[in-house]
């Protein structure tokens, strides 16, 4: 009964923001969305390790330590889970954009996100604010898109803040 109930919290809850982009350009959310497809990691990750002496070095080592662990782990809980994302199990609804997979649990774009929001906030504190506003709003980005559940955001959020913290707590 409770698991009924969160699902349907979850839906509702997804309905409620997708609504919000209907009938409206959504070229502003893509592109924040797209600012979590891994490439800007990589960029921030060796522009610190090239000309930041203090931690920059530490932080690329701990982010690709991260990255390697979570990447695995994502697609381990995808297939796992198979849960099918709202554009292809709701009714009358179209995506913004096109997913590079078929499964929603857990939001990778997210746990991407997070994990490095986490990682600069570590080494990087006066950026933690910032970081970690980047890190929701993709979040929220994947919802308002039609990609994802919220639940599949929290779920990797989650996801994303133990790796971090594991990776740190190896390295940092």
């Known amino acids: 009964m409770l698991m009924k109930s969160l699902t349907k919290y979850d839906t509702d809850l997804f309905y409620r923001l997708y609504k919000l982009t209907l009938k409206r350009d959504c070229r502003s959310i893509i592109w924040l969305s797209k600012t979590g497809d891994g490439y800007l990691y990589f960029v921030i990750g060796m522009l610190l390790w090239a000309f930041e002496p203090e931690h920059g070095e530490l932080f690329l080592y701990t982010a690709l330590m991260a990255y390697a662990l979570e990447l695995p782990i994502y ?39 997070t994990l490095m929001a986490c990682i600069v906030a570590h080494y990087y504190p006066s950026f933690a604010v910032l970081a970690y506003s980047w890190a929701a709003l993709i979040g929220l980005s994947r ?24 990776s740190i707590s190896i390295l940092g």
């Open 143 to 166: 919802v308002l898109l039609g990609v994802h559940y919220p639940s599949d955001v929290v779920a990797g959020s989650l996801l994303g803040v133990t790796i971090a913290t594991l």
């Open 75 to 113: 697609v381990l809980l995808k297939k796992m889970f198979k849960r099918p994302r709202p554009c292809d199990f709701l009714m009358n609804l179209t995506a913004h954009v096109t997913p590079s997979d078929k499964f929603s649990l857990p939001s990778g774009h997210t746990a991407a996100a």
